[in-house]
């Protein structure tokens, strides 16, 4: 059964930066692309970015472009989010989730499934 377990979320002041971690277990990164997604209180989830480890492919959403990189290390069957340059607006539980097809995909959160519990992110002076 596909599980993930995210991590490493916590309290910021502006303008700084968090990374958090995804461990995942029984699919392969190479195959299928894990993706970040984040939902604030009242809002609906939104996709923040993903990743293909075997092709090398990534995406991300316009707002954190140039601000938030992702990665992944196929050995640990983990990603990762490397989140700079943080802004109030950021704020929200973060999740990961897995693709639920083969190949690559960006982040409608309907082509996601077998979701984590979510890490929460507080950016706020």
């Known amino acids: 059964q596909v599980q993930l377990v995210e991590s490493g979320g916590g309290s910021v002041q502006p303008g700084g930066s968090l990374r958090l971690s995804c461990a995942a277990s029984?699919?392969?990164?190479?195959?299928?692309?894990g993706g970040w997604f984040r939902q604030a209180p009242g809002k609906e989830r939104e996709g923040v970015s993903s990743?293909?480890?075997?092709?090398?492919?990534?995406y991300y959403a316009d707002d954190v472009k140039g601000r938030f990189t992702i990665s992944a290390d196929r050995a640990k069957s983990s990603m990762y989010l490397q989140m700079n340059s943080l802004r109030p607006e950021d704020t929200a539980g973060y999740y990961c989730?897995?693709?639920?097809?083969?190949?690559?995909?960006?982040?409608?959160?309907?082509?996601?499934?077998?979701w984590g519990q979510g890490t929460q992110v507080t950016v706020s002076s």
């Open positions: 029984e699919f392969s990164l190479d195959y299928y692309a």
């Open positions: 990743i293909m480890a075997g092709p090398g492919f990534s």
């Open positions: 989730a897995k693709a639920k097809a083969v190949g690559e995909c960006g982040v409608d959160a309907t082509e996601f499934e077998s």
